[in-house]
């Protein structure tokens, strides 16, 4: 029986002897050959622990631009999964690279993970998965993480971020999703102490906002809105890792949110802390031009996970309410109330916001008071304990000085009958009534239909 010594010696002779070739004169299924032979003899050393080093001719050889930009995807498939090899045997340190070296060599390995969307080829599909799991199981996207927290340029791991998303297909196994959600949250948890850039914030949560993603819905006539099949994987996955990280993500989601809410204007782009993720407002995030549909999917994930992700972003969306822009205030109406009609509790714990929002009946504009209407009187059927706060308001609007802002709350207050006629007072329906006689046609004759 051959001795450890002679074997690690063995192994590394044979890894030397692979590592010295000119690799210009071979032909691709000679240097295909090459590599697979390569990797096998990493492969024999996992078993046998005889190695303790890469020879420096292999490194060499694997990191020659020419062939981690090969043109035959074969070639680039296998120096991926070498170099995964590698990074998995070898601490970081026995393998000395410089920035470059080590972003070029992630470049190859993220063009193998975006690869993943292509199931044409089973067997490099599997090639492709066995990198993904490689890089999930042994967490080797912390190399990455620790050379941007050095170099300070995420270029990589966005490019990263970007090829799990976007390689993530309905037809992948559970297990493709855990590997890739593996990544996001090993990658994130490094990030933790040194703040997440805006840009690696910007992709992560991209999927969970469809007018990003562009699936899932189709608009009908008059705004209706369909739902077309189920939420996309990619959208399932980012919840998931979101959820998993929350007690330090969270926090980081909200500072970013709260920014774009308020509006801080700052030159840090690094979201870690409270204070240090409050001034991220200068990057042109298109995210932030989705933010209250970013608030409401936040809102929708904490539910579902038993999370209170929005709780400390409330204050800020009680702000937006006082803001000279009517489309956003607009918006913030429209969230706050799908938000109190989805939470059992929401109008309690922030009864502050509640009043500024019922506030909103005597905007000035009529698109918000009718807003106002369909929000009280969707929330007056959830939460009927609210009726003596809301209904008032809402019947009030039946002498509002515009035709929409009339006609919406006979509507609306019609429907509220309909589902339920104790509901309504009798002041109410004697008002309503009154609506009968209103000058305009449109509103008499809903008045009349609706009673």
């Known amino acids: ?57 292999t490194i060499e050889l694997l990191s020659h631009r020419n062939i981690l930009n090969h043109k035959e995807k074969g070639v680039r498939i296998l120096v991926a999964q070498i170099w995964c090899e590698i990074f998995r045997i070898v601490a970081p340190e026995k393998v000395p690279m410089t920035s470059k070296t080590l972003k070029s060599i992630f470049s190859v390995i993220i063009q193998q993970i975006s690869g993943l969307v292509d199931q044409e080829d089973q067997a490099q599909f599997e090639q492709r998965a066995s990198i993904l799991r490689v890089v999930a199981d042994e967490s080797i996207s912390v190399l990455l993480i620790d050379d941007m927290m050095d170099v300070g340029e995420d270029e990589t791991v966005v490019e990263l971020f970007d090829a799990l998303i976007g390689s993530l297909h309905p037809a992948h196994s559970h297990q493709i999703l855990g590997w890739m959600g593996e990544i996001f949250c090993t990658c994130l948890s490094e990030m933790e102490d040194g703040g997440i850039p805006e840009s690696v914030l910007d992709v992560l949560l991209r999927p969970l906002i469809k007018e990003l993603r562009g699936d899932g819905e189709l608009m009908l006539i008059d705004g209706e809105v369909a739902k077309v099949g189920n939420a996309p994987p990619t959208y399932r996955l980012i919840q998931m890792v979101i959820a998993h990280c929350a007690d330090f993500l969270g926090p980081v989601i909200a500072d970013f949110v709260n920014a774009t809410l308020v509006g801080v204007k700052s030159g840090g782009d690094g979201l870690g802390t409270a204070s240090s993720s409050a001034g991220a407002g200068s990057s042109a995030s298109e995210i932030r031009e989705y933010i209250h549909p970013l608030v409401y999917e936040l809102h929708v994930l904490g539910k579902r996970k038993g999370l209170n992700l929005i709780a400390s972003i409330m204050p800020n969306l009680s702000k937006q309410l006082q803001t000279e822009d009517d489309s956003i205030r607009l918006q913030t109406v429209a969230l706050l109330g799908k938000l109190f009609c989805e939470s059992t509790t929401m109008h309690t714990e922030h009864s502050s916001v509640l009043s500024e929002w019922l506030g909103r009946f005597l905007d000035k504009s009529s698109s918000i008071r009718k807003e106002m209407i369909v929000g009280s009187c969707l929330l007056l059927r959830a939460q009927p304990s609210l009726s003596a706060t809301i ?39 004697r008002r309503l009534k009154n609506r009968m006689d209103d000058r305009r046609v449109e509103i008499a004759t809903a008045a009349m239909i609706g009673l």
């Open 1 to 57: 029986m051959s001795s450890p010594s002679k074997t690690s010696t063995g192994a590394k002779a044979k890894l030397v002897k692979l590592g010295m070739v000119n690799f210009s004169k071979y032909k691709k299924t000679q240097l295909i050959n090459h590599f697979q032979a390569l990797y096998n003899a990493l492969k024999d050393r996992m078993t046998s622990g005889a190695l303790k080093e890469i020879p420096p001719a």
């Open 391 to 429: 209904l008032p308001k809402v019947v009030d609007k039946l002498l509002d000085p515009d035709v929409d802002v009339r006609f919406q709350a006979v509507d609306k207050l019609c429907t509220v009958a309909f589902f339920d006629l104790m509901v309504l007072p009798k002041t109410a329906f």
